[in-house]
């Protein structure tokens, strides 16, 4: 591969190091933090079943992210996703809530404004909601699910000790589903912008399956999710595990499982296809973010039993992300793209 | 790899095993109730004998025994990182059971020791003192087993134990009452009452172990 295209993928890259830095807390941070899984089986298991979920099931949400603006020169996607690393890191940086999912797409809008391509509203709106709809239909999927929990517990009269292993077991089963989840839905964050512009070519493997450019693209991208698992991820995880929420070990699989489920509904080109056949109302194939959906969840339970823990205006921020990040984004992404056009030559767009 | 073989099956494995010996742990108890009656039904029909001595004898061994299941269990339980959120309180829990066999022990050792001649006629009290606070044990053991199994029915157990407490101390205060209200000398009666109380005292610590438990069930509840 030249030199270049691998400079150009570097802040897609960069992206999927940070995504799986931070979002392999959603799905292991309790079992870790609580010295229920190992960091090592975590991280295994984490990076194993992302690279599956990115390479086998990350088209749907990436083609939605196409269908809002295809990005199609190098160096412009290059721009579009660095727009969005910035925009995430400075904000992370002042402590505001943020999601890459948000980032990207303010990013691409702002490749869209800058190369006078018309960005598709209907697309755009579609994705707006989803993003609330998230957290939502996390909250409400946990209820049920943690009652569901919480009966079987309480009517199988489980020791608690053999609980306690199970629970491990079902902690790692459950991460293993929300790693393929956030492989398959937010894979689009780290190498969607790329897909327009990809530098590989397919090929068949022993005759029978093609591994296309896009899979080839969405492994590299998952393997830099593997490496922020690997290398960044246990700081964050200790932290979600013992500082922030304060779960036990069962609800936390509650929430880790019904967040995996909204990932997998918004990633899901089998389902989609199921619901088409049957003639039902699709889920719109969307990027959505690993931390909204966990606090949604985390929320629902808290609502329904009555906790009085909820602090209403870290729930207020976030939706003041939902506008604040696209529109930093996006004007990031047009004024790097302004200097790579104009002081460093570049056809960000064709 | 490597670690996902090893871990499962032991997981699955190790549990059970901490399970049975959590109950072996419980069971040590019951027997040391068990043992600590027939002692204290033969000092009480013989005096202090050789049959009493035996009695005392496999006590000391049923503690020794106990003491050993709940090292084991505290050495697994931080050693495996187990039931984290609870494995404080777990063996809190179990130290404080394990000081009701430690209490078995001492005051069959005090009747060893000290020889009580106790008059006949309050035989029947301290003899139904110690059924009532062996009972009183006997609900919390329950307790404690369904608090690792049934949740649900801990209140039931620890309400029973609440009972026998206030039963043991009725009938301690109308013992020492009779003993105080007698002729005896006033170092007997307080010798008498000494041994009153040391009986007493085992319902008393049940009880405390109880309202812990009561604690613990509501944090696992939630």
């Known amino acids: 591969m030249d030199i270049t295209l691998l400079i150009f993928l570097l802040s897609g890259l960069a992206l999927g190091f940070a995504l799986g830095a931070n979002d392999a807390a959603n799905i292991f941070g309790t079992a870790v933090g609580t010295g229920m899984v190992r960091f090592y089986t975590a991280a295994i298991v984490a990076s194993i079943f992302v690279i599956l979920g990115a390479v086998i099931s990350g088209a749907g949400a990436s083609h939605t992210l196409g269908k809002l603006g295809a990005v199609n020169a190098l160096p412009g996607a290059f721009m579009a996703a660095l727009a969005a690393a910035i925009t995430v890191f400075v904000m992370t940086k002042r402590g505001l809530p943020v999601s890459t999912s948000q980032a990207v797409v303010g990013a691409i809008v702002g490749w869209n404004i800058f190369s006078g391509k018309p960005t598709d509203s209907a697309t755009l709106t579609k994705i707006m909601l989803t993003w609330v709809a998230c957290p939502v239909i996390a909250g409400f999927i946990a209820v049920p699910l943690y009652l569901m929990v919480r009966r079987i517990i309480r009517k199988a009269k489980i020791h608690l000790i053999r609980l306690d292993a199970y629970t491990r077991f079902a902690l790692i089963a459950a991460g293993a589903f929300g790693a393929y989840s956030l492989g398959a839905n937010n894979i689009a964050n780290v190498m969607g912008v790329f897909v327009s512009s990809s530098p590989f070519t397919d090929f068949v493997i022993a005759d029978k399956f093609v591994f296309t450019s896009v899979q080839q693209l969405f492994l590299l991208g998952a393997l830099a999710i593997a490496v922020g698992i690997f290398t960044y991820s246990r700081g964050v995880m200790m932290t979600v595990g013992q500082d922030i929420v304060a779960l036990s070990p069962v609800s936390a699989w509650v929430v880790v499982t019904a967040h995996s489920l909204v990932l997998f509904l918004f990633a899901s080109q089998g389902l989609e296809q199921f619901l088409k056949g049957h003639g039902l109302p699709t889920i719109p194939l969307v990027p959505v973010s690993s931390s909204q959906a966990v606090i949604g969840a985390i929320v629902g339970i808290g609502i329904f039993t009555g906790s009085t823990n909820i602090r209403w205006r870290v729930l207020g921020s976030i939706s003041f992300g939902w506008v604040l990040t696209p529109i930093i984004s996006a004007i990031v992404c047009i004024l790097g793209l302004y200097f790579l056009q104009n002081i460093f030559n570049q056809q960000v767009y064709f | ?222």
């Not at chain 2, 033969?42 to 006590?59: A, M, N, S, W």
């Not at chain 2, 134990?161 to 003993?179: G, H, K, L, N, P």
């Open chain 2, 1 to 222: 790899m490597n670690i996902s073989n090893r871990r499962f099956p032991s997981l699955f494995g190790r549990a059970k095993k901490l399970e049975s010996q959590i109950d072996q742990f419980l069971d040590k108890v019951t027997e040391a109730g068990l043992i600590y009656n027939s002692a204290l039904l033969v000092y009480f029909d013989q005096g202090p004998c050789d049959d009493f001595e035996k009695y005392l004898q496999r006590i000391l061994t049923v503690e020794e025994s106990a003491d050993r299941y709940r090292r084991d269990i505290e050495t697994k339980l931080y050693e495996h990182t187990l039931i984290p959120e609870f494995r404080g309180d777990v063996l809190e829990l179990l130290e404080h059971v394990d000081a009701l066999i430690n209490i078995y022990e001492a005051n069959l050792f005090r009747f060893s020791i000290q020889t009580p001649k106790i008059p006949k006629v309050y035989h029947k009290g301290y003899l139904q003192l110690s059924d009532t606070a062996i009972l009183c044990v006997d609900s919390l053991i329950l307790a404690v087993r369904s608090f690792f199994r049934d949740i649900e029915a801990v209140r039931d157990h620890v309400t029973k134990v609440m009972f026998y407490e206030s039963e043991a101390d009725q009938i301690s205060t109308r013992v020492q009452r009779e003993i105080f209200a007698s002729t005896l000398g006033l170092a007997r009666k307080r010798h008498l009452a000494y041994f009153i109380e040391h009986i007493d005292e085992l319902a008393n610590k049940a009880e405390d172990i109880s309202d812990i438990l009561s604690i613990l069930t509501i944090k696992r509840k939630i």
